[in-house]
């Protein structure tokens, strides 16, 4: 696949990277939610499939410590305001059936294990379908209901709960199979430099993670932690919204939320975080 590139030098990504300092460890901590519940944040090994990484850490390593004991607690947790949002909208009607989330899915607790599973291949659609996909054809095609945009509140707030019941549980996407195709074309534009600064993910989350970089530590970008309450944005920010502001600060043109290209790489940094806990929603600068 040809990947859309603004000309640029490299003398400008030189640039970029200038202000970073030295390496700075991530914390020595451990992440045990509300006081009970065991988040795995840090592996001894990344998965065989991954070449530049030898250990994994979660983004929340990276995190100052009011920012990671914030999220230890859901009654300190921003993100838990959404949570409890889409509780309403899961049970409350809409659309011409006449149903709510609830009306088949009972509780949300029933979505316990989704959140690690995706993006995962529809078999049904024959292409590969982020949570997002599945929460919108469930609207469309059972409720009779409108889709809800990618950066709509409802939508943020509802992949947010489905999350929240996954806390824990280890992420673990498929990348065999019909998704192979797919987790190539995602590692293929991981690797790719993009824009007039000529980065690519890679530069920043495996080269560089634990530098700073703007006054903040750059982590290893893996995404068990989305949807996450950013506090620079006051707000939760899903997976594709994240990567469409990370090629726009390479100075390049960028994709669009819900994009197959977007859906291609979520699937592949998903997999470079297999095996770390869902988080989400989690607490970020």
């Known amino acids: ?27 020595d901590d451990n992440l045990l939610l509300n006081g009970e519940t065991e988040i795995v944040t840090h592996t001894d090994a990344a998965p065989e499939y991954i070449d530049g990484l030898s250990e994994q850490y979660s983004g929340w390593h990276f995190r100052e410590a009011d920012t990671r004991v914030m999220q230890a607690d859901d009654f300190d947790n921003p993100g838990m305001l959404a949570v409890e949002a889409a509780i309403d909208v899961w049970n409350t ?8 989330c609830a009306s088949c899915h009972e509780a949300p607790e029933s979505m316990a294990g989704v959140r690690t599973q995706m993006p995962k291949y529809n078999e049904a659609k024959g292409t590969l379908y982020s949570l997002e996909m599945y929460i919108n054809d469930c609207r469309t095609e059972r409720m009779g209901a409108e889709a809800w945009g990618w950066n709509d509140a409802s939508m943020v707030n509802m992949t947010a709960l489905i999350s929240s019941v996954s806390r824990g549980m280890p992420m673990n996407v498929a990348i065999d199979g019909p998704a192979a195709p797919f987790w190539e074309q995602g590692k293929e534009m991981y690797y790719t430099r993009y824009g007039q600064l000529e980065l690519a993910c890679s530069n920043c989350h495996e080269d560089n993670y634990g530098n700073y970089i703007r006054a903040d530590h750059l982590s290893q970008g893996q995404t068990n932690g989305f949807p996450a309450y950013r506090l620079k944005n006051a707000g939760l920010v899903s997976i594709h919204n994240r990567f469409k502001g990370c090629i726009r600060d390479t100075r390049a043109e960028t994709y669009k939320e819900g994009s197959p290209e977007f859906i291609a790489l979520e699937l592949y940094v998903a997999s470079r975080g297999n095996g770390l806990s869902v988080e989400g929603p989690s607490v970020r600068n």
Do not use: H, N, V
């Not at 030189?14 to 390496?23: D, E, I, K, Q, V």
């Not at 009607?93 to 709510?100: L, N, R």
């Open 93 to 100: 009607e809409d659309g011409s059936e006449g149903k709510a």
């Open 1 to 27: 696949m040809k990947m859309r590139q603004l000309a640029g030098g490299c003398a400008l990504a030189a640039l970029a990277f200038s202000g970073l300092s030295a390496m700075a460890d991530p914390a």
